[in-house]
T-cell receptor, first 113, second 114 residues
Framework: DAGVTQSPTHLIKTRGQQVTLRCSPK?????VSWYQQALGQGPQFIFQ???????QRGNFPDRFSGHQFPNYSSELNVNALLLGDSALYLC????????????FGDGTRLSIL | AQSVTQPDIHITVSEGASLELRCNYS??????LFWYVQSPGQGLQLLLK??????LVQGIKGFEAEFKRSQSSFNLRKPSVHWSDAAEYFC????????????FGAGTRLFVKA
């Protein structure tokens, strides 16, 4: 039973570019959350998707957007990349019936040059 | 606003010694509390969680934590540290508002010396 999988593992972009990160939730999970973890900090909540809609959002600008597909997988899109967007992006999945237990993927390391 | 404070940025302990990592939270209602561990280049692994009931919770890898409401604390302990325990440890509080999100502390880096 595969856990949460994220792709790519690493990514290098330049300022102003756009990036798309992908997440496949743990089998049977229907809710996906995204977190940003800057170097030396704890993860910060970006947003959560359920039933293909954004259910709640953290304090991130509109440059950060997402999508959830019918198979529950999700994408995180970031436009107009800034140096400060360099971070580890973590995806977490959960069951809507048991939301308090989240399973995390290994993350995508995004570096902005 | 909800917040989590981990007062120690890093801690060094000798292998075989006991460990306690501190965590204080700020949350108006009954908190859902977690400890996660993160090895370099890895995601987060759940060590243990507290939702209700017995305030002393047991987790994986020999870790335990105690919820103290009066002190707003949820400290993580291990009686004997192994070299493989060297990692970053995050305390977190869960919040339900139209969904569920986790608020993390800044983390404590554990170094283990031989």
């Amino acid at each position: 039973d595969a856990g949460v999988t994220q792709s790519p593992t690493h990514l290098i972009k330049t300022r102003g570019q756009q990036v798309t990160l992908r997440c496949s939730p743990k089998s049977g999970h229907d809710t996906v959350s995204w977190y940003q973890q800057a170097l030396g900090q704890g993860p910060q909540f970006i947003f959560q998707y359920y039933e293909e809609e954004e259910r709640q959002r953290g304090n991130f600008p509109d440059r950060f957007s997402g999508h959830q597909f019918p198979n529950y997988s999700s994408e995180l899109n970031v436009n107009a990349l800034l140096l400060g967007d360099s971070a580890l992006y973590l995806c977490a999945s959960s069951l809507s019936s048991a939301p308090r237990v989240q399973h995390f993927g290994d993350g995508t390391r995004l570096s902005i040059l | 606003a909800q917040s989590v404070t981990q007062p120690d940025i890093h801690i060094t302990v000798s292998e075989g010694a006991s460990l306690e990592l501190r965590c204080n939270y700020s949350y108006g209602a009954t908190p859902y509390l977690f400890w996660y561990v993160q090895s370099p280049g890895q995601g987060l692994q759940l060590l243990l969680k507290y939702f209700s009931g017995d305030t002393l919770v047991q987790g994986i890898k020999g870790f335990e934590a105690e919820f103290k409401r009066s002190q707003s604390s949820f400290n993580l302990r291990k009686p004997s540290v192994h070299w493989s325990d060297a990692a970053e440890y995050f305390c977190a509080v869960g919040k339900i508002t139209g969904g569920f999100k986790t608020i993390f502390g800044a983390g404590t880096r554990l170094f283990v010396k031989a």
